[in-house]
């Protein structure tokens, strides 16, 4: 069973608040609380911050009700003519007040072309029941009302055509943008005296005509800021739709028309189009304007590494090999590092480990940070210190090996004779256990002797954990 819901009820049941101005009549006032209630509202005993301010308009007490309490910052206060909830009962549901912009009720101005009395008390009260003012002048009012079928419509339509933010209207829009709900203005059509245009149509567009070509916009372009609204193509695809008998309105102009008609008037009609799309927005697993709409996933993988450069990539043709086979005969790691010139920037060692078949690739959970490298004279990772007992025994296999190195390596012995980049070349070879071959040819293709210096600091540190494990 359907319940209908008390027109002065909102969206939650919640009662509309009203306040009734004070001197209206007692018997008045008694019969407006008893409407109000039976409507599903209520009678407040203060001005309310939303809701109804019922008034009787044209008295001194009006004036300073508005005077005080309206104000932009309280947009959902309105204030209406006591004949408001009468009117409302009548038509079966609650007016909106749709003459009303930025808090404040719309000027208007009722021209003397509408001769008789009864249809503007009719359109005044039709006017504030929605929230407008009908007594401005013409020069203040923002809307002038006057009757159609008059010359003197035509002349107020060329005098103020030209005047932004002022418009002239038949006293039958009035009813229509009530029965509608919402304040449309009618749009100017501009004759051109030396014939038509390219792309213009004698046949006049409607109000149809508009709104079915805002619709087509917003299933094919939704969104202004990806471009497109003014293209050909567009109107084109929509004249080659007149084959189809639901879109037999098409034949009505020519593809030149259609666009024409949204380039004049394209703000106006961004606006209907941006309604249309917030009416009909795809929600997941409807079709959008690019394909089906996913609903988003949640991403709990961790971001990729941040791929080398294509020029660290290349192995240089002279690649030094350090390891091999074990006593056991087990593979072991094999280190290959690149000798190859390398651009100047920030300093990056291109040393490659070829895994083994044992080793397996980094878990998700792992922190890569554990196996960080001793940078120059910073204190060691956590994964390279040892317990003091393991320490001991790592130190005096280090001096053997720098004992059986030391008759490998030559030219290593500094001579104070020889210049400053040699001498450096020599410490560096001494410190990492190289030959002081293998740092020069190093030195010489790179030219920065930090990076030389890291770059055999790291080989050494590698070669160490390799021998210990």
């Given amino acids: 069973?359907?319940?209908?819901?008390?027109?002065?009820?909102?969206?939650?049941?919640?009662?509309?608040?009203?306040?009734?101005?004070?001197?209206?009549?007692?018997?008045?006032?008694?019969?407006?609380?008893?409407?109000?209630?039976?409507?599903?509202?209520?009678?407040e005993a203060k001005v309310p911050r939303q809701g109804y301010v019922l008034v009787q308009p044209g008295t001194a007490e009006e004036e300073r009700l508005r005077l005080c309490w309206m104000a932009q910052d309280r947009p959902q206060r309105h204030f209406v003519p006591y004949t408001y909830v009468e009117a409302c009962k009548i038509a079966g549901m609650q007016l909106k007040q749709i003459?009303?912009?930025?808090?404040?009720?719309?000027?208007?101005?009722?021209?003397?072309?509408?001769?008789?009395?009864?249809?503007?008390?009719?359109?005044s009260q039709r006017i504030?029941?929605?929230?407008?003012?009908?007594?401005?002048?013409?020069?203040s009012a923002k809307i002038i009302l006057a009757d159609p079928n008059t010359e003197v419509f035509q002349h107020l339509v060329k005098t103020y055509q030209g005047i932004p933010d002022k418009h002239v209207e038949s006293y039958l829009w009035v009813k229509k943008c009530v029965e509608k709900g919402s304040l449309v203005y009618t749009p100017l059509i501009y004759k051109n005296p030396g014939g038509r245009?390219?792309?213009?149509?004698?046949?006049?567009?409607?109000?149809?005509?508009?709104?079915?070509?805002?619709?087509?916009?917003?299933?094919?372009?939704?969104?202004?800021?990806?471009?497109?609204?003014?293209?050909?193509?567009?109107?084109?695809?929509?004249?080659?739709?007149?084959?189809?008998?639901?879109?037999?309105?098409?034949?009505?102009?020519?593809?030149?028309?259609?666009?024409?008609?949204y380039k004049k008037n394209a703000v106006r009609l961004d606006t209907m189009i941006a309604q249309i799309v917030d009416q009909k927005k795809p929600v997941p697993g409807e079709q959008g304007q690019?394909?089906?709409?996913?609903?988003d996933e949640e991403n709990n993988k961790r971001p990729r590494k941040k791929r080398?450069?294509?020029?660290?990539?290349?192995?240089?043709?002279?690649?030094?090999?350090?390891?091999?086979?074990?006593?056991?005969?087990?593979?072991?790691?094999?280190?290959?590092?690149?000798?190859?010139?390398?651009?100047?920037?920030?300093?990056?060692s291109r040393v490659f480990v070829r895994k083994s078949p044992a080793e397996e690739e980094l878990e998700d959970g792992e922190d890569s940070e554990e196996w960080a490298v001793r940078i120059g004279n910073e204190p060691p990772p956590k994964w390279g210190k040892r317990p003091a007992s393991e320490e001991s025994e790592a130190r005096n296999s280090r001096k053997r090996m720098?004992?059986?190195?030391?008759?490998?390596?030559?030219?290593?012995?500094?001579?104070?004779?020889?210049?400053?980049?040699?001498?450096?070349?020599?410490?560096?070879?001494?410190?990492?256990?190289?030959?002081?071959?293998?740092?020069?040819?190093?030195?010489?293709?790179?030219?920065?002797?930090?990076r030389t210096k890291n770059r055999f600091q790291k080989m050494r540190q590698i070669l160490s954990s390799i021998g210990e494990s």
């Avoid at 003459?99 to 359109?123: D, Q």
């Avoid at 917003?218 to 084959?243: D, F, H, S, V, W």
């Avoid at 450069?309 to 002279?318: S, T, V």
Wanted: with cysteine; aromatic share 8%; net charge negative.
């Fill in 197 to 261: 245009r390219p792309g213009e149509e004698r046949t006049p567009f409607t109000e149809d005509d508009e709104q079915r070509l805002c619709e087509w916009i917003a299933a094919k372009i939704p969104y202004k800021q990806t471009g497109g609204r003014t293209g050909n193509r567009l109107y084109q695809q929509l004249c080659e739709m007149i084959a189809d008998p639901e879109y037999a309105w098409v034949s009505r102009h020519t593809w030149q028309s259609w666009r024409e008609r």
């Fill in 402 to 450: 720098k004992s059986d190195d030391s008759d490998s390596i030559q030219g290593t012995v500094l001579d104070p004779g020889v210049h400053l980049i040699d001498r450096t070349l020599q410490e560096i070879a001494t410190e990492y256990r190289f030959t002081l071959e293998e740092v020069k040819e190093f030195y010489d293709q790179c030219g920065e002797m930090e």
């Fill in 308 to 348: 080398t450069k294509p020029a660290e990539q290349n192995l240089h043709k002279q690649e030094m090999i350090i390891g091999g086979i074990n006593g056991n005969g087990a593979e072991v790691p094999v280190i290959v590092f690149d000798a190859s010139p390398v651009e100047s920037g920030p300093s990056t």
């Fill in 290 to 295: 690019y394909g089906y709409v996913r609903q």
């Fill in 1 to 43: 069973m359907h319940i209908v819901m008390p027109i002065f009820q909102d969206a939650n049941g919640l009662a509309i608040k009203f306040f009734i101005q004070k001197d209206i009549a007692q018997e008045i006032q008694a019969e407006l609380c008893e409407v109000v209630a039976s409507l599903g509202g209520r009678v």
């Fill in 99 to 123: 003459f009303v912009e930025n808090g404040l009720p719309v000027k208007m101005h009722i021209h003397p072309s509408i001769a008789n009395i009864n249809a503007r008390t009719t359109l």
């Fill in 128 to 139: 504030m029941h929605s929230g407008g003012d009908p007594t401005s002048s013409p020069q």
